[in-house]
């Protein structure tokens, strides 16, 4: 009677730590779920790119990882909505900043006067006919924005040059509009950088 009581104890407390650590493991996996969807909703962004206006740096299918609220520079790649197609996101460089004048001549950059270097355009540029422009001559106000990037806003172009649809097209963007700045792309596996 003994054996059977213990049995029953034992099966018992097995019953009782099971659903112990089932409560735990659920209530830890919700608390995990919600941490990484508090991060991508105010901290990270995950993105995938979508068309050639960046290539080489990026390929249309690429997965990006993008860090809302950080600081822009020159030369970062950032994800902003796009200011001609409401609920759609773009990928661009960011060529001019709040204050700059931008001018592109003889397929060189400049930015307030002085040489921009662009090695991220070297594969293109390398492909490209004796005598063809990568980047057509413009400048600011050539495109009537004025001569000078506005404070708050910024001038970004994408990276396939003779592609790309960008402030040259659609003006400025504003801060606000810049979702976040790419950090890393981690698809596909073979091609994970961090920028």
Do not use: C
Request: no cysteine; hydrophobic share 35%; net charge positive.
């Amino acid at each position: 009677m003994e054996k059977q009581d213990n049995k029953k104890k034992q099966n018992g407390e097995e019953d009782e730590s099971f659903g112990k650590w089932f409560l735990q493991t659920l209530g830890l996996t919700a608390v995990f779920v919600g941490i990484v969807a508090l991060l991508f909703s105010f901290v990270l962004s995950n993105d995938q790119v979508s068309g050639p206006s960046m290539q080489p740096t990026f390929e249309s299918g690429d997965r990006v990882i993008a860090l809302r609220h950080d600081k822009i520079d020159r030369g970062d790649v950032v994800v902003l909505d796009a200011p001609d197609a409401p609920g759609t996101l773009y990928i661009k460089r960011v060529i001019g900043m709040p204050g700059d004048t931008v001018e592109s001549k003889n397929d060189v950059m400049y930015i307030n006067g002085k040489k921009l270097a662009q090695p991220y355009l070297k594969a293109y540029e390398s492909e490209l006919p004796t005598g063809v422009q990568y980047t057509d001559d413009f400048s600011l106000a050539s495109k009537g924005f004025g001569n000078k990037v506005p404070k708050g806003e910024y001038f970004v172009m994408g990276d396939h040059r003779n592609v790309s649809k960008d402030s040259r097209i659609f003006g400025y963007v504003k801060a606000s509009k810049i979702v976040g700045v790419v950090k890393l792309r981690y698809w596909p596996l073979t091609q994970i950088k961090v920028f």
